[in-house]
Every structure is written in structure tokens, then in C-alpha cells.
């Protein structure tokens, strides 16, 4: 049983950084990407921003420059280093690991709050 579970989220100050943990318990095979999204009040839920397995990495329009998805394969965990934050960014964060063709394990997701 493959579980996700996201940390490091919490009150920070415009301008401000935060580091969010994703670890993964259980073995899953050819996983394809490793994902972040987050979801404000009132609206759906997006994506911030993707890892593959080999590294390569995308980023929403909105956070490109000031945050950093990264992972460490031994530990079964994925970073992501957001820097520079703005109100905009609060919400609700979640992890998700992508396994084709359509598989999707997400996390319970983390409260991260920007205040201006």
C-alpha cells in the first residue's frame, strides 16, 4: 500500500520561504512523475509543479523563479523549496506521485498561509 504524506506547511510572512516534505511509504514500480498542487479557497486545484524520474522538472507560470521541486530517490521523498511567497500562494498543498496510465496515489496535503 503506497501512502503519501506531505509536511512543512504552515504561517509564514510575504516574502518569506517555507520547504514542503512529501515521503512515500510502500514500493510502487515505474512511477513516471512526482507532482505538487495546490488548492486555494474557493477554487480548484492546480498544479505547481512536476518531477520526473529522471529529474526533469516543470513549474507553473505563476511560482517559476521562486520555487524548487526536487527529490531524493533514497528517501522516498520529494521537496518543494518555495521562496519569495506571496498571498496568492496560500492553500492547501498536496502531493501526488503519477503512475501510467492512470494511476494517482495523492496525499492528505499540508495548510501553508501567506499573510501580507
Known amino acids: 500500500q503506497v501512502q503519501l504524506v506531505e509536511s512543512g506547511g504552515g504561517l509564514v510572512q510575504a516574502g518569506g520561504s517555507l520547504r514542503l516534505s512529501c515521503v512515500r511509504s510502500?514500493?510502487?514500480?515505474?512511477?513516471?512523475?512526482m507532482n505538487w498542487y495546490r488548492q486555494a479557497p474557493g477554487k480548484q486545484r492546480e498544479l505547481v509543479a512536476t518531477?520526473?524520474?529522471?529529474?526533469?522538472?516543470t513549474y507553473a507560470d505563476s511560482v517559476k523563479g521562486r520555487f524548487t521541486i526536487s527529490g531524493d530517490n533514497a528517501k522516498r521523498t520529494v521537496f518543494l523549496q518555495m521562496d519569495a511567497l506571496k498571498p496568492e500562494d496560500t492553500g492547501v498543498y498536496y502531493c501526488?506521485?503519477?503512475?501510467?496510465?492512470?494511476?494517482?496515489?495523492w496525499g492528505q496535503g499540508t495548510q501553508v498561509t501567506v499573510s501580507s
Open positions: 510502500g514500493t510502487i514500480f515505474n512511477i513516471d512523475t
Open positions: 501526488k506521485l503519477h503512475r501510467p496510465p492512470r494511476l494517482d496515489y
Open positions: 518531477i520526473t524520474l529522471a529529474g526533469t522538472t
